[in-house]
T-cell receptor
Framework: AQSVTQPDIHITVSEGASLELRCNYS??????LFWYVQSPGQGLQLLLK??????LVQGIKGFEAEFKRSQSSFNLRKPSVHWSDAAEYFC????????????FGKGTRLSVIA | DAGVIQSPRHEVTEMGQEVTLRCKPI?????LFWYRQTMMRGLELLIY????????DSGMPEDRFSAKMPNASFSTLKIQPSEPRDSAVYFC???????????FGDGTRLSIL
């Protein structure tokens, strides 16, 4: 069965500092991987996705993520955090075929301080 | 382009009342998902449909919850009777097939008094 673990419930970083949010997945084959962001009072918005090919994927808002098969990880990074990045971030995994839904992690809440 | 549209955005009602949440998926999307989000349990999948057919409703908490998708452009999630523990944000999402990115609506914030 697929599963996603986001080990950090809450992270606080200073504005301008770098950011890395961790995501580990469990899946028997090469997965599809996603990062979503949720601002307060809003739905989830897709930041980026990995399907195949280059293991470093670029997303919106200056975010990137790297797929590491050996570590079953898909960590999200940003070199310089802005106050507007404060939100909840969700990692998700999906199968390559079929119509099974994505499996989401429990999320990491990011706080940004001045 | 219109995204996933949910209504109402907010609902406050007394326990015991029937609550109906509505969702219009993105045109052309074949799959539709209902989620519930709470502080304690995070984002939970309640039920999903493929081509208007319910595929997995194992996440529906109990018989008080029901969902329908009468056509490709409309779905409802109904709670009858409602209880205070049903208070949560309910999201609808759609995609073109199961492994594609899901597009989320802005949610319905439900408060049962």
């Amino acid at each position: 069965a697929q599963s996603v673990t986001q080990p950090d419930i809450h992270i606080t970083v200073s504005e301008g500092a770098s950011l890395e949010l961790r995501c580990n997945y469990s899946y028997g084959a090469t997965p599809y991987l996603f990062w979503y962001v949720q601002s307060p009072g809003q739905g989830l918005q897709l930041l980026l996705k990995y399907f195949s090919g280059d293991t470093l994927v670029q997303g919106i808002k200056g975010f990137e993520a790297e797929f590491k098969r050996s570590q079953s990880s898909f960590n999200l990074r940003k070199p310089s955090v802005h106050w507007s990045d404060a939100a909840e971030y969700f990692c998700a995994v999906g199968a390559h075929s079929g119509n099974t839904p994505l499996v989401f992690g429990k999320g990491t809440r990011l706080s940004v301080i001045a | 382009d219109a995204g996933v549209i949910q209504s109402p955005r907010h609902e406050v009602t007394e326990m015991g009342q029937e609550v109906t949440l509505r969702c219009k998926p993105i045109s052309g999307h074949n799959s539709l998902f209902w989620y519930r989000q709470t502080m304690m349990r995070g984002l939970e999948l309640l039920i999903y449909f493929n081509n208007n057919v319910p595929i997995d409703d194992s996440g529906m908490p109990e018989d008080r919850f029901s969902a329908k998708m009468p056509n490709a452009s409309f779905s409802t999630l109904k709670i009858q009777p409602s209880e205070p523990r049903d208070s949560a944000v309910y999201f609808c999402a759609s995609n073109s097939q199961g492994n594609q990115p899901q597009h989320f609506g802005d949610g319905t914030r439900l408060s049962i008094l």
